[in-house]
């Protein structure tokens, strides 16, 4: 997952080094500056593309990053932040320089003056000249739109339909952000590798900024479908059932995202599917869209069908094998329990963690399933004794773990598996919560 980030920066380095060998700055402040700017300038927007083609959701980008999405999803957040870093030191860049710069016995060239622009009506020259004060304001201007808006992941009381909008503006920052890049850069640069790789990456994230704007993310990989059930089996829980129009091969325990007229998108576990290719969700109201929009959906409703994604998918081949869910989180194993009841399997135990047992509307369904299956479900309340994966542990490691729950549960099973020994190959997670 994070070899391709890993190559653009060797890239970026190595043919901006390139170019310094290959035709040396004169040794002035103002030169040296200039350089620390395109480097540190190309890899925040190197950076900041990835983010948006990741975003984008296009269909080969489980392939080619060889990650599900759901972890891409936290390497898209990684790479906003080191793309807003970037944008800070590219700007402090300067500022920074200067001390150190005099004290070397360095002549500063003064700034080659603007050509002059003469003639009447349009010319590329006037527009190219207009362009530059332009693309060095709103350049300013949109990194402090991008600061503000990274610091609204930590936002958690921000409404989901109103964060996936905001979220868009990088998709209008990024390209506004391309004007600086491209007009501020020696055209000189451009029949170099290194302006190679700055219309290289211009190019790529365009394509998908755009892409998002027009179209939304995850076009390729969407289909029309209706709702053929709805079922709320308690208050705060909806069972979901999905026609979609081409039936989508999904594996057990990936996911889907599901959208409404007027709504955005929203990713939720494929419970199980049918032959028919209908597809189940199991979802609990934990926030503002799942406490309003899904309730209200309505049979024969059309939706759209975004998947499917993810690898959070059983394996048999590990013969001892503890699954870990808590709440909600035990709707891909619903799929999985499906799939073992038909599928040779050695010793499996189903840890499912619940607030309070009696009240749980799923548990005679899941109940049901692990019986077919001959898995062993092992159920925790709250108010009972708590779940402790210490002590699973200290009795031997299994050979696969897998886990779909919240943060605080999966960060303590999984610092206790590894604190027992454990290899990291030998522990499946689902990201529950993207947003964090």
């Known amino acids: ?90 700007w402090a860049t300067k500022p920074l320089l200067r001390p150190l710069l005099a004290l070397l016995p360095l002549e500063n060239a003064p700034r080659a003056p603007m050509a002059a622009v003469s003639g009447d009506g349009f010319s590329f020259e006037a527009f190219w000249a207009a362009l530059r004060p332009f693309a060095e304001t709103s350049a300013a201007v949109s990194t402090l739109i991008a600061l503000a808006l990274g610091a609204l992941v930590f936002v958690s009381c921000l409404s989901y339909s109103k964060w996936r909008l905001l979220h868009k503006a990088f998709s209008w920052i990024f390209l506004l952000l391309t004007v600086h890049t491209l007009r501020l850069a020696d055209p000189a640069d451009f029949y170099t590798p290194f302006g190679w790789l700055i219309l290289a990456t211009a190019g790529i994230g365009c394509r998908y900024a755009v892409g998002i704007l027009l179209r939304g993310a995850g076009r390729q990989k969407s289909v029309p479908g209706k709702i053929s059930s709805v079922e709320s089996t308690s208050p705060g829980l909806t069972v979901l ?71 959070f998918i059983p394996d048999y081949r590990a013969e001892n094998q503890v699954w870990i869910a808590a709440g909600v989180g035990i709707a891909p194993f619903c799929a999985w329990l499906t799939d073992a009841a038909s599928a040779a399997h050695g010793r499996i135990r189903l840890i499912w963690c619940l607030k309070n047992r009696a009240a749980e509307p799923l548990l005679n369904r899941v109940e049901t399933l692990a019986a077919a299956a001959d898995v062993e479900l092992l159920i925790f309340e709250s108010g009972g004794v708590r779940f402790d994966p210490e002590k699973l542990f200290a009795s031997g490691l299994p050979d696969l773990v897998a886990v779909c729950a919240g943060l605080r549960l999966a960060a303590s099973v999984r610092t206790a598996f590894f604190k027992a020994g454990g290899k990291a190959d030998r522990l499946k997670t689902e990201q529950f919560n993207w947003r964090r």
């Open 241 to 311: 059932q999905v026609r979609p129009e081409r039936a989508l091969k999904a594996l057990p325990g990936q996911f889907a995202f599901l959208k409404s007229a007027g709504q955005e998108k929203h990713p939720f576990s494929i419970a199980g599917s049918s032959a028919d290719g209908t597809l189940t969700f199991i979802i609990k109201a934990l926030g503002d869209y799942t406490s309003r929009i899904v309730p209200a959906l309505q049979v024969g409703e059309a939706v759209e069908i975004e998947g499917p994604w993810g690898d």
């Open 1 to 90: 997952m994070k070899k391709i980030p890993i190559a653009f920066t060797v890239l970026a380095l190595g043919t901006w080094a390139l170019g310094i060998i290959l035709n040396p700055p004169a040794p002035t402040p103002r030169l040296i500056s200039r350089e620390a700017l395109y480097l540190t300038g190309l890899l925040s927007y190197g950076f900041m593309a990835m983010a948006v083609v990741i975003a984008a959701r296009p269909a080969w980008v489980e392939r080619v990053f060889q990650a599900p999405l759901d972890r891409l999803y936290g390497l898209h957040r990684t790479l906003g932040f080191l793309a807003l870093g970037l944008a800070v030191l590219h």
